[in-house]
């Protein structure tokens, strides 16, 4: 991330605290936002996704701080505990299905480990909440693979309705906002697939790309 050496040191850590202490912040920003609401379907919808990002945080501030070091961590391993994280909100809705991972190892640097993780986590309760949704029962599986040239790429699978005008997450909404804005920091690409049955979201990205900015600007 940045140059080797004590300087260097301190400024990834520096850069890496930033980015556990912006997506706490955007967390807590998203509860207070939330206690002010009167609809109770609204007010629960925030509360969850405050809940997402405050777990993706705990995460983070586990793990990059991890023997691989200061400027990256291992994606594979990331993403397992977030997972971890997210599988008490998630399975209920899964009715018997469950969770899947098929990780390959990967160094990434925290940035980008922090804006999958954060679309991950969307694409994932998004997936639990509307794919069985009509009762069937069925699994979410989490892909992440190296490719060559330097780029990975992430997939997020379910088997079941599929997505429609009238079914599943409204692309102005806070969580596809949120997938847009991640990929977009790290220069991803995105797009949706019918995975017949059900609704693939293939992540193409980087390994090596970073920026120096804040993970998130705060609109005036």
Do not use: W
């Amino acid at each position: 991330m940045f140059s080797d050496g004590p300087i260097g040191q301190h400024m990834n850590a520096e850069c890496n605290h930033r980015i556990a202490n912006s997506l706490q912040m955007v967390a807590s920003m998203i509860s207070m936002e939330s206690m002010q609401l009167n609809d109770d379907r609204a007010r629960r919808s925030l509360e969850m996704a405050g809940l997402r990002i405050q777990a993706i945080a705990g995460v983070h501030r586990r793990l990059y701080s991890t023997p691989l070091g200061e400027d990256s961590l291992d994606l594979a391993d990331y993403l397992m505990s977030l997972i971890g994280e997210l599988r008490p909100l998630c399975l209920p809705s899964l009715n018997s299905g469950k969770l899947v991972t098929d990780l390959s190892p990967m160094a990434v640097r925290p940035e980008i480990g922090t804006s999958l993780g954060l679309i991950a986590a969307e694409a994932i309760v998004n997936a639990c909440k509307y794919a069985y949704s009509d009762g069937r029962c069925g699994d979410v599986v989490v892909q992440i693979r190296r490719n060559d040239l330097g780029t990975g790429t992430m997939s997020i699978a379910d088997t079941g309705r599929g997505l429609s005008a009238d079914n599943g997450p409204s692309k102005s909404g806070f969580g596809s906002r949120v997938i847009d804005l991640a990929a977009d920091r790290i220069g991803a690409t995105l797009r949706y697939e019918d995975n017949r049955p059900g609704t693939r979201l293939i992540v193409d990205f980087a390994v090596k790309s970073c920026t120096r900015v804040p993970i998130f600007s705060v609109p005036e």
